[in-house]
Every structure is written in C-alpha cells, then in structure tokens.
C-alpha cells in the first residue's frame, strides 16, 4: 500500500455519496454512483462531457436535489430549505460562469462575500490571506474584462474561497487557459492543501490528473473505476506496455495488421502506445520500430476505460 493510501486509511470522509441518481425526465445523468473524498486530499473526478461530473458536483454543492441516494458533506446531509449548511462548508467555481465582467475585482469579491452573508471584517481578514496564498499582484479596482484568463481564474477561485469553506469544488479550472497558467493554477490547489482545505477538482488533463491522490472515473452517468492513480494503472494494465517509435511513417495496411495483433494500439504524441495480444511477441515491431517499456500514464488509463468501449 502507498504512503497515501496508508495514511488515509483512518483519515475522515469529507463528502460521502452514496448510491446517487439524479434523473431527469427519463434520462439517468448519474445513475447509482457511491465514493468517498478523504479530508485533506485532492480528488480528481474525470470523464468525458456529458459523463455527469457537473450534475453530481451540483448536488455535493446543495443546488440540486438528488433524486434518490444520499450525500454528506462534513456530516451534514443535504436537507432541502436547509442548503445553507452546506453551502457554507463549500467553495464552488462552476464550468461556465466565474465572475462579472463588468465589474471590478473588489467589486466581485464583495458580491461573493454578500452572497454568503460574510461580515465585512472577516471578509476583509480572509480577502487579505487569499491574496497573499494566491499571490495576486493586482490592482482589485481593476476591471475583470481587462484581465487575463489566467489571473481571472485566480480571483475566480478567491472569490469561491471568500467565507473560508473547508471543501472546494473547482468544475474544469483550468479550461480554456495557458499551459503556464495551468501549472501555476495547480502550484496554488496543492497549497490550498497544505492549509487544510480537501479539494474536489474535474478536469480533462491527464496530466493534471496525475496532481490527485484519488481519482474518481465517470462514464455515461456511472462511476466506472475509483482510487490512486497507481491503483487506477494496475488494476487496468496487468500486462507490460511499450511505447513504439516507427523508423519510418506507418502505412494504413500496416497500422491495420499491427492493431489486429494488439489489445491496445494507441498513437501517443509520435510514438504508439502498444500491449500485444497474449502470444504475439515484440518481434515484428522491432524490425520497424524502436521498443520501449513504458509505465502506463492515466492517459493510458482513460483511452482503456473511457474510451476503449466505444
Ligand atoms: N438540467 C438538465 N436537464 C436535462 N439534462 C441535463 C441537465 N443537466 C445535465 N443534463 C444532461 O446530463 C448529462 C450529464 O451532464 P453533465 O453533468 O453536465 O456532464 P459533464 O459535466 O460530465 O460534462 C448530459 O447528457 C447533460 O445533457
Ligand atoms: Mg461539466
């Protein structure tokens, strides 16, 4: 067991969900889905649109009601007129919409603080802790349209952490901004951490995903696969993968009788990623190709599980 996994093993459940549907019309968009997010960590919650990550994120946030199941979030049940207990416990950045732009940053953050009822002076107190944690280095009667993408998701996730809630709940942070930014973003969820906060974060980046200490996989409304990313790749990949870099461009016939050889045949940036069905050796790829052994990525996880039924 990995250090991770050993020291959460007694580690207390933040948000329990349990056997969650929400339906609408006749059209299951999460249909029975049960995990648990330990206090603390960051939990990763992955899957194509359309997978359901948002709706189930709507209802762990208390702005929708379930249709059966039960959720907890630091032992508070979801109880319908009651949604300010929970809300409260939850900094939410939703997928689409973050901040005004037609008004400026201070301007934002005293709507978010007056939207969760934030006295002046703890908002005040708490403005100044984020700013210094994210390390803002703007004017705050700067207008939002004229920032970044970058520094706006920045004042977007203060602005989800102004009344100081113990989970936060990040739908796609870094869509649509820099790489550079992207990096930055996840230097700040990993100090946000470091202060106590448990972090549920969805994202379409493998490689941000490997950030998570957990990792939630969703597809067509079910959770198909739960735990480390180093659980998630051993219990997917028993056998060995390799990683093949053709001498030469490979011809359709020739990408066709390889993928007939292979349980797994995906292009990977110039290389392939590859497993050989049982029986077939590395032979005919290494007259062609250079071979290597690679440790699955969670790229490699996803193309299997969400994308390999397809
Ligand atoms: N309010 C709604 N009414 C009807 N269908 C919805 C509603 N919200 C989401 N859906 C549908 O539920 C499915 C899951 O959506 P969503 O949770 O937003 O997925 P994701 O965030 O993983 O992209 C989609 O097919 C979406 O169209
Ligand atoms: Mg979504």
Redesign the pocket.
Known sequence: MSNVNAANANSYHIVEVKNLNVV?GS?F?VKDVSFFVNKGEIFGFL?A???????TIRVICGLLCATSGEVIVDNEHFIPGKEDIIKSKVGYMSQRFTLYNDLTIKENLAFAAAIHKVPRKTMQKNKSELFELVKIDRDESDLVADLPSGIKQQIALVAALIHNPTLVVLDEPTAGVSPASRAQFWALIKRLTEIGKTVFVTTHYMDEAENCNRIAL?RSGELIAVGSGQELKQNTFKQQIYSITPKNELTKEQIRDFSQKCDLFKPYGIHFHVIPKDGQSMGDFETIANVENVTPSLEDVFVQLVEGDR
């Open positions: 609408f059209f968009a899957g649109n359309g997978a359901g990550k948002t709706t969703m």
